[in-house]
C-alpha cells in the first residue's frame, strides 16, 4: 500500500475525506492521523465489487455473502479501530500525549541495554512502548509479539549508526513497521463478522432473499417463506465458512471432514483425542509472518514461528538465530523435519503453537541480564522459568 507525502503540508482530498468519515479532528486528533492517511488509500477487498446506486452514490458489493453497503467495507474496520484507541487513550490518559518524544526515550534505552551487553528488551519496556502505540498487552498479545520482534530488530540494525555514531535513534522506520502491523490486525486481515439468520437465532445465514432483502438460514427461510406471497420469493446462496459448534464464528480448520474455530477445536480434541491423530488442514492456509501476502513455507521451532524462506533467512543471519533451524512446509500444513514427514499430531501441536505465539498466545520468551531465558504472562503479569508451550 503506497501513500503519497505530506509534501507542502496541504492534505489531499482523499485524506480530507478519510479525516472526516473517521469522524478525527485535524488538530484535536493529531495523534491519529496516520489512521486516517491509511484509510485515505486502502484498496477494495478483491470479493467486493464496486457500482454506482440508483441515486448515482458509490455502494459495494460481495457476491459469496451477499452483503451490500453503502460505505466502503474497509473504512468501516477503520472507525471501529479509531473507536478502540479512543478508549485506549481515555483509559491510559494518553489523549493528546505526543508520541515521538517519549518513544525517543525508550528506544534509546533499548540501544543503551544492547551497549552495555544486556538483553534489548524487558517485560517493563514492552508495557512502556504499548502504552505508546495503543496496544492493550492483556489482549493484543500477537501485537505485543510484533512489538517485541521489531524492538530487537531495531536493536541490532541501530546499534552501531545510534552510539558509535553519536546519533540520537531513528525511530520512524520502529513507528512505521507497528503501525503497519496494527492496520493489518485491526483493518485489513481481519474477517468480516459472521452474517446471522434474521429468524432463527444462533443460526449462521445460508441465503439471502431477493425480495426481502433479509439473510436466512436454510431452515429460517423456510418457516418464512412457506406461505403466502413470501412462497415466490427467491433466495440466493450466502457463503460462509462456520464453526459446526460455535455456529457465530468462521471456522479455521476442518479435521475429519468437520469444521471448527480454533476454541473448538481446542476444546473437543480435549474431549475427544484420538482427534490429534488425524490430519489438521487450516483454512485459508498459513501465511509468512513477514510478508502476510505470501505461503510460509518454514517453521521455526525455536522462534514459534512461520515464514517463508526469504523471510527466515533475513531474519536468522546473525546473533543465536542463526543456530536455529527450519522445518519444511508443504502446501498441504505438513511438516518435515530432516526429510522425515512428522506426525499428525505433532504438526497440528507444532503449528497450532505458533499460530497461537503469533496471534494470541499470552506467554513472551525474555532473557535476563545473566541471559538465562525465562517467559512472561501478558495477561498476569507474571514470569515462570519452565517453557508454557511446551
Known amino acids: ?29 493529531g495523534q491519529l492521523l496516520w489512521i486516517a492517511e491509511h484509510a485515505a488509500h486502502v484498496d477494495l477487498p478483491p470479493d467486493w465489487t464496486e457500482f454506482d446506486d440508483e441515486d448515482g ?7 459469496k455473502t451477499k452483503r451490500l453497503s453503502t460505505q466502503h467495507p474497509v473504512v468501516t474496520k477503520y472507525k471501529q479501530f479509531v473507536e478502540k484507541v479512543r478508549k485506549f487513550q481515555e483509559r491510559t490518559g494518553t489523549l493528546n500525549k505526543k508520541i515521538k518524544p517519549h518513544l525517543a526515550v525508550v528506544l534509546n534505552e533499548v540501544l543503551n541495554r544492547v ?39 531495531y536493536a541490532e540494525d541501530q546499534y552501531d549508526v545510534a552510539l558509535q555514531a553519536h546519533q540520537k535513534a531513528d525511530m520512524d522506520a520502529f513507528l512505521t513497521e507497528i503501525r503497519e502491523e496494527q492496520v493489518r490486525s485491526e483493518v485489513l486481515n481481519k474477517p468480516d463478522a459472521v452474517i446471522m439468520c434474521t429468524e432463527m437465532d ?11 432483502k433479509d439473510f436466512f438460514s436454510l431452515e429460517g427461510f423456510a418457516q418464512t417463506h412457506s406461505t403466502g406471497k413470501r412462497k415466490a420469493h427467491v433466495p440466493e446462496k450466502c457463503e460462509q465458512t462456520t464453526c459446526s459448534i460455535y455456529t457465530d464464528t468462521l471456522a479455521t480448520c476442518e479435521v475429519d471432514s468437520i469444521l471448527f474455530c480454533d476454541r473448538a477445536y481446542k476444546e473437543v480434541t480435549a474431549k475427544q483425542p484420538h482427534l490429534r491423530q488425524k490430519q489438521k488442514k487450516i483454512l485459508g492456509g498459513l501465511s509468512c509472518s513477514e510478508y502476510g501476502g505470501r505461503r510460509a513455507e518454514v517453521l521455526c521451532e525455536d522462534c514459534s514461528d512461520l515464514f517463508c524462506w526469504e523471510a527466515f533467512i533475513e531474519l536468522h543471519r546473525r546473533g543465536n538465530r542463526l543456530r536455529h533451524v527450519p522445518l ?18 505433532e504438526c497440528a501441536r507444532l503449528i497450532d503453537r505458533a499460530r497461537l505465539a503469533r496471534e494470541g498466545g499470552p506467554w513472551l520468551a525474555f532473557q535476563d541480564d545473566q541471559l538465562n531465558t525465562y517467559w512472561y504472562h501478558l495477561a498476569d503479569k507474571v514470569t515462570t522459568n519452565q517453557n508454557p508451550y511446551l
Open 1 to 29: 500500500m503506497v501513500r503519497p507525502p505530506w509534501g507542502d503540508g496541504l492534505m489531499t482530498r482523499q485524506m480530507q475525506h478519510a479525516i472526516q468519515e473517521l469522524k478525527l479532528h485535524p488538530e484535536k486528533d
Open 57 to 63: 452514490e458509490k455502494a459495494y458489493f460481495h457476491p
Open 328 to 345: 519444511k512446509l508443504d502446501e498441504e500444513g505438513q511438516l518435515y523435519r530432516g526429510g522425515e514427514l512428522c506426525s499428525p499430531e
Open 202 to 212: 444462533g443460526q449462521p445465514a445460508r441465503v439471502k432473499c431477493q425480495q426481502c
Open 115 to 153: 551497549h552495555r551487553e544486556m538483553p534489548a528488551i524487558t517485560p517493563e519496556i514492552i508495557e512502556r512502548l504499548a502504552v505508546l502505540l495503543y496496544i492493550d498487552t492483556s489482549v493484543e498479545h500477537g501485537l505485543t509479539r510484533r512489538v517485541k520482534l521489531a524492538i530487537e530488530t
